[in-house]
């Protein structure tokens, strides 16, 4: 299945709104045209499939924390998308963090339910956890506050930069 993230369905709007002014028809018929680019018989289909995509999805090539730390990236990346994912369904939890020096001193409420829900769903254990939460925090609160798209792109400056030490 295609993935679209949300840069490529917004280009894709931009490209038939240009279209449609410059051949003088309808948006909705450009819209359709740039589904048939696509694969899809119209815009609503290729809207429904967009509308079923993974929100968040890891590309392989991106490390969390660096390559010295975390021994099981899949497990760290899975609880940072539980944690986004159980984010977007409460949208009115707003996680606190208070942070001095890279150690968590406080968290509130509404952070230890995210944090009970992605470890859980993700089974990392508790041990992992006490010792990685300060990029866990992190990485979730620049994925929300950025966007994933602009999340991933830091973590990947970052892992050019220290691919040894980078921390998101």
Known sequence: MTVFTD?????MKRAAKKAARA????????????????GFGNWSQLAARAARRPRYVFPDDVTIGGKL???????????????LEWLDEH???KPGFTRIANVVCNTDEDTVAMTRHALAKAEVGQM???SDFVPFA??????????WEEYIR????????????SVI
């Open 7 to 11: 840069t490529a369905i917004e280009n």
């Open 138 to 147: 992190m990485g979730v609160m620049t994925a929300r506050e950025r966007g």
């Open 69 to 83: 730390f975390f021994e099981d990236q899949g497990k760290f990346k899975a609880a940072i998308v539980a944690a």
């Open 23 to 38: 051949q003088g028809i309808p948006h909705a018929r450009a819209l359709d045209a740039e589904a048939a680019k696509h």
């Open 154 to 165: 830091l973590l990947r400056e970052k892992d050019a930069r220290q691919p040894e030490f």
């Open 91 to 93: 949208p009115g939890v």
């Open 128 to 130: 992992l956890f006490q």
